[in-house]
């Protein structure tokens, strides 16, 4: 009995994956398939149950219950090292490896793909989709022997066992078949989406389909009704993916070197080859029920498509709902990024994303909108967006898995809403009302920034001054990709603290005398992951070794930021203000205040213990507070900051009840408040509030400062008490 079938052989999934069936079922209706045949599950079960396990682990695998402690991730590294290092180590029968390369030979390929096809009974899961994945290898008996074990490996890398053992799976439900095709030269790939019967989208690249799969490229854009291209969007393709089989000779299961592009100036397909598309489209819809898609190549000097792939989707869905975290509108292509660091983002591009931790904000800087999944407008990723002036939409659950790279997505982050492949519509609303001249204000009105490039959209005459600069965002573009504590480590005391002073100088600069609030470093573990040297994510980094307390433990980056704040002060730019985040008892205050020497020293309001330890800090020493309303927000109602909670929140009595009491013991106490943070943003209706308390400085994110500060004059028209504060100061 043959250890293989061709693709035109197939009669049922369980055999061989759902992959390789349904690309069978192409071959059997006629379609110009890559040629191909399949290593059937049984071939694997067979392979298992031949061998003499000398590990005990692997002995009885297939015939237990299997299960992990997924959480300690040391025993699922382990265990997993030792499954695949079973699989990889074990021989194959020498007469099937010599059927698959008699198989093989014919096609004269310079490499061959292999492909796991996965069939799971009962229902499928979109989420399993390119969980296993391809392999490369060369042409050859040894090369195809280790290629095919390295497939059947895939099952036991960490990521599989994990989602196995989340979703209630044993082994032996998964039924793993081998697609074991030529991989070619090709001019161009792509994917087919057929929407309806009359309804298409086509994404078309330079080379082989990697780049497009990875995410490293946008590519083409058509749409097509009734097979007619009815509109077209070129993409951006600065590399391509091709066959160098040299290299193959050194390492023939890395991935094929790319080939750098000088720029695309054409599109990818001609007239001729999308209307090659629009006539397949015709056929398939008469074969198989949409949604669907295919993936196609074309070969040099061929021009009939070849199909690699038919995947059966889900009903496209042409609009989201989720939180509006930065004001605008965007319509560009996206770009679904799921690595733990993004590649190149193209200019003006629509980033999607599960979410946006804040060392990514070198790669942030180009791109025209965001989406992710996670998120609240108190978030990092809502702060960067604000930060960068694009528009953005948060808690967009699911969007990663239903939207494309290439696509055309309208980010609409004043609705919190994103909509598919729509031309934004002409503008209806009315013209934006003209700039107020700033008149004469009480309290003052400041502007949270956290990059010196946002000095040049700053209206400076109409603010007050910076109400908080985040050390952290300002950094992050700068810190070469590591952590701060490993400047520490490698001795470099004295280049970071340079880095924050020539930062942060220009900012205390641009103010003076305008007073600039400084918050320090509040490194949460967890956000800074992807820095060399970074600390191990605690358990709950929101309440962990951060603000202050991470000071009195090690005061070395403290020490340094204090150095950074002090070489300003003493060029003359006495504006600096310091604010110490999260600050949790007087003992932690005391210990700061002994060594910043003679700045203006502010705490962070954003723990509950100080609604009742205030005037304790003020005998201590403080000069003021911030109120950071997000941590505030968050400790008080035991909410996740990152998550969607905190924005669902109507205004709750407690919260301005908290505020209240802050704002009113700061004038007892003889000392100034400011507000920051999103509350304001989210609730307009504070600022009546915050002014008839007497509040001293109200700072928010630059899109919302027009707005603000209308919002504010107003209040004032009708609320100010004639003991409020005094004109700037």
Partial sequence: MSSFLWLDQLSFPDQTGDKAFRLGQLAQKGYTVVPGFVLPSSVYQEFWESQKWSDPLLTDLFHSSFHLQVEDSCQLQAVARRLRRGVLDADLPETWVEEWFRGVVPWQAPALLLRPSLHIPGPGDKQLQGLLRDQVCLPQLGALSQGVKLVWAEIFRAASLVCWQRRSLQLTQLQLGVIIQPLLPVVSSGVLTLESATNAQVQAIQGLSLALSQGEVIPDLYHLHRGQVISQHLGRQTLAYGLEPRDFSQNPLTPLPARPLSGQQDFVLTPQQLGELGRLVARVSQDFAPPYSLEWLLRHNQPALLLTEFSPCSPTTRQWTGIGAAPGRRLAPAVVVSTPVPGELPPGSILVARDIPPPWLPWLTQVGGIVTEGGGIASHGGILARDLGVPAVVGVVGITDQVRTGELLLVDGDRGEVSRGVEPPPPTSPNPLPSLTPGPRVTQLLVTINQVQALGSIRQEAVDGVGLVRSELMLLGALEGQHPQEWVRQGRQNELRSLITNRLEPIARAFDPRPVFYRTLDLRSHEFQHLEGAPAPELNPALGNRGTLAYCQDPQLFDIEVAALMAIHNQGHHNLHLLLPLVRTVEEFRFCQQRVASLPLWLMAEVPSVLFLLPEYVAAGAQGIAIGTNDLHQFLFALD?????????????????????????????????????????????????????????????????EVTRRALSRAEQRLLLPGAWGQNS
């Fill in 641 to 705: 900051r990152d998550g969607p909670q905190p924005d669902q929140q109507n205004l709750n009595p407690a919260f301005t009840a908290a505020l209240n009491s802050l704002v009113c013991q700061s004038r007892q106490l003889g000392i100034r408040a400011i507000i920051c943070g999103d509350a304001v943003r989210r609730h307009p209706e504070l600022i009546d509030l915050l002014v008839s308390w007497g509040i001293w400085g109200i700072s928010v994110d630059l899109p919302a400062l």
